[in-house]
Each structure stands twice: as structure tokens, then as C-alpha cells.
């Protein structure tokens, strides 16, 4: 793919300009991210590695307006987060963006059709149309008879599977994704980055994803190593 051609062309989706994040506990301060600037092109799969510690859910997190900067800011379509109304931010995260969690994050009590229906109530579909796209989507992701399962009834993988779902059912223009392959063996991560990929193809979702699994982070368009809160890479 070139990405010159889409680098001049259209307007970053995602800017991340001077990012800087530390946290306060007490008198010490710990410094997370220092000084993090790229972008994310419309369409564009970014792979985000580096060691344990090194930020990157941090950065993931402010990257879809789930924690603020100490300094610096991130744009989406041009548009500085911290600008946004608490209203508007959460329309943007929920028609937009689309989270896949480090540890998967579904609402225990709920089942996987009702986890993957909520961010559609969210936005105004009535429950019988949301029922039917979230339907659709768990056939895409090959759990149509788990349907009725809540998450503890289900294996690793199929969390993930239904994870991924819940975030492309709104067909968001970026999926955040942070080492939604982790914990899975070799076959069930091989399956999450294919399904992954013919998701981001058919609703041209640009994807970026944390992970420690460098064979799958080659697969990438553009890799960026993080250490100790800088680029590196
Ligand atoms: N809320 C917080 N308060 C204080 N320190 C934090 C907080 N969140 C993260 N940190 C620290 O920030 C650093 C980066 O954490 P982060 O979770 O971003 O790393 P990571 O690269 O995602 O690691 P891993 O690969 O283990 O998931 C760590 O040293 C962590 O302890
Ligand atoms: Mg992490």
C-alpha cells in the first residue's frame, strides 16, 4: 500500500502531536509518555510494540480520548479531544472508535449478543435493530451458537471474538486495539488477526494495534517500537 499517496491526500485520522503523559501518585510523579508525535492515516494499520511498561496501553488510552494528556494533544479529523464537550467526546468514541481492551472488558452480566447490541442502544437503535446487526456481526466472528453466553461461559478466544465484534458492529473509522491476541495460542491468535483484517477491509477501518507479537506486528503497514515513553523506532 502507499502510504505517501494517502499521506498527502487526505487528513489524518488520528494526530498525535507532543504527547506527554505522567502520573501524579502522592509527592512523585511518574513520567509515562514523553513527547509522542505521528498519525494515523484513514484506512492505515499501525502495529504499536514494545516492552512490558513501556506505555503503550497508556498511549492507547489517550489515543481514544480515554485519559487525558499532561501535555500536548491528540486530534481526531482534526478536532483536539480536550476541545470536545464531555457530550460530544462520547458520540465521537461510540459512532468512531472502536475499543478492544487489554483484558477484555464485556459486561460480565450480560450475554454476548447484549454486549455486542450496546454500543448500538447507545447511538438510538431501537433494541429489534440492533439485535439484528449484532446478530450479524457474532455470525461474522463464527459464534452465531454462543450467542446466549455470557463471557465466564466462554473461552479466551471467544471473548476476544466477541470483543472485536462489539467494537466493529458501529463500522468505526479506527479500531484501538490493545494486544487483542495475548493469551491465545499460536491458532487462536492466527484467527483474530485474519478476522481482524477482512473486518478493517470490508468497512475500511484503519486498525491500531498494541502488541508483543512482533510476527504479527510485520504484518502491519507501519510499526512503531515505544521505550520507556519515547519513540524509538
Ligand atoms: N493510573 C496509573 N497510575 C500510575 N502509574 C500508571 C498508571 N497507569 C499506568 N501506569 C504506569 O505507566 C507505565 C506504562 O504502563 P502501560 O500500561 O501503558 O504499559 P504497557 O506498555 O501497556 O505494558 P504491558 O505490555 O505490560 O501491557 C507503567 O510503569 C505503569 O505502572
Ligand atoms: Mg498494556
New binding site residues.
Given amino acids: 500500500m502507499s502510504l505517501e499517496t494517502t499521506t498527502t491526500t487526505a487528513q489524518p485520522l488520528l494526530s498525535v502531536e507532543a504527547v506527554s503523559k505522567h502520573?501524579n501518585?502522592g509527592a512523585l510523579s511518574?513520567k509515562?509518555l514523553s513527547e509522542i508525535s505521528f498519525q494515523v492515516q484513514p484506512k492505515q494499520r499501525l502495529a504499536i510494540v514494545?516492552?512490558?511498561?513501556?506505555?503503550?496501553?497508556?498511549?492507547l488510552q489517550i489515543m481514544g480520548g480515554l485519559d487525558d494528556v499532561s501535555s500536548g494533544r491528540v486530534l481526531f479529523e482534526g478536532d483536539d479531544f480536550a476541545s470536545l464537550s464531555e457530550k460530544k467526546a462520547a458520540k465521537l468514541r461510540n459512532r468512531s472508535l472502536g475499543f478492544v481492551y487489554?483484558f477484555h472488558h464485556l459486561l460480565p452480566e450480560f450475554s454476548a449478543i447484549e454486549n455486542i447490541c450496546m454500543p448500538l442502544l447507545m447511538s438510538g437503535y431501537s433494541c429489534r435493530q440492533a439485535k439484528v446487526r449484532a446478530a450479524d456481526i457474532l455470525q461474522r466472528v463464527a459464534l452465531t451458537k454462543r450467542g446466549k453466553h455470557k463471557p465466564n461461559e466462554l473461552s479466551g478466544g471467544e471473548r476476544q471474538r466477541v470483543a472485536i465484534a462489539r467494537a466493529m458492529v458501529m463500522r468505526p473509522q479506527v479500531l484501538l486495539a490493545d494486544?487483542p491476541t495475548g493469551n491465545l495460542d499460536r491458532k487462536s491468535a492466527a484467527q483474530i488477526a485474519i478476522l481482524m483484517d477482512e473486518l478493517q477491509q470490508e468497512c475500511g477501518t484503519a486498525i491500531v494495534l498494541?502488541t508483543?507479537d512482533v510476527e504479527l506486528a510485520k504484518t502491519m503497514d507501519q510499526v512503531i517500537t515505544?521505550s520507556d515513553g519515547k519513540i524509538i523506532g
Fill in positions: 502520573f501518585d511518574v509515562v514494545g516492552a512490558s511498561g513501556s506505555g503503550k496501553s497508556t498511549l487489554q494486544e498494541v508483543h515505544l
